[in-house]
């Protein structure tokens, strides 16, 4: 396993919450990161522009001051997600805030971008860069990226279609660095079977969107509760990209999910104020079946850590064994 240092001994459970388009904010970051995994954001969450650096501050006091009371359990240290995308008009400023408080994990999306890398190497963070393939892997590492997000088949948001077993078998044929595997993972045993094939971390999403903190509406929330995979729509009308959405809030929308015109990449657009998609269509992935209520972060993650600890004594028994 090829886990960063930055998160050895700091992880109740190996994962980190993806990053998500207005639902994730500073509660939801510091609960995730205080209950032992990795919290992210996207830097375009905080809007305007200037909002970011009091984001940037909440979270480092709120943090600084839970390792200060809890000595023997430090906090996991957060991720700021960063769209790299030259649509992102922020891109230069928000990175900027990065350096100056020295976010310890970036994750880049839409692009891998050199100048990106060494803004954050400057003072010692680590970059992920997200990924739906082989190929785009090789151009991350090759640019300078330290590790991935292999997006794989049933991941929600912008996903891939390639199987997870064939993605990180493709990639660990040549990469040893730090992976992290996100596909329709919501429960401890799948976050194990991530790391049975090859990945160091699990990387989830669309459970997260069902707890207390999280920015989303409770239409939505319920929505994952009583969602199975079923109920997701791979489609790259919204942004230009493809992606996972719930069925329910696309027809909420007017729109028949089973008949969705092509959408094109001019439909993308991250400037202020102008992104539709996932505030009245939902992105979600196809684990959500695993989602039976709306509960805290900390009892998520306590959740998912009992049932991976349980996971692993399954393997363990003799009778599997045998």
Known sequence: MSLPQVLKGRLSVPVIGSPLFIISN??????????????????????????????????????????EAH???????????????????????????????????????????????????????IVLHDIINNEFAKKAIEKGADGLVAVAAGAGGHAG????????????????????????????AA????????????????AFIATTEANASSAYKQAIVDGYANDIVYSNLFTGVHG????????????????????????MNFHEGTTKAW???????????AVKEVTSTADLVARLTREYVAAKARLCSPNLAS
């Open 71 to 125: 000595p023997d359990k430090p906090a996991a240290p957060y991720a700021v997600n960063q769209i790299v995308h030259r649509s992102n008009e922020r891109l230069i400023h928000d990175v900027e805030l990065c350096v100056k408080y020295k976010a310890p994990i970036v994750i880049t999306s839409l692009g891998a971008r050199p100048e990106v890398y060494e803004a954050v190497h400057s003072y010692g963070g």
């Open 244 to 267: 996972n959405y719930l069925k329910p809030s696309i027809k909420a929308a007017g729109l028949d999910p089973d008949n969705l015109p092509n959408g094109d990449i001019s439909t």
């Open 26 to 67: 500073p509660d939801l970051v510091v609960a995730q990161c205080t209950s032992g995994v990795v919290g992210s954001f996207p830097a375009l969450n905080a809007r305007p522009k200037e909002k970011l650096e009091d984001w940037f501050k909440q979270i480092t006091e709120r943090l600084g001051a839970w390792d």
């Open 279 to 289: 505030k009245d269509i939902w992105g979600s992935g196809q684990g959500i079946g």
């Open 161 to 188: 279609v390639i199987s997870p077993f064939a993605l990180v078998q493709e990639i660990r044929e040549w990469f040893a660095g730090p992976i992290a595997l996100s596909g329709a993972i919501a429960n401890g």
């Open 191 to 206: 976050v194990l079977a991530a790391q049975a094939c090859g990945a160091d971390l699990a990387y989830i999403g669309s």
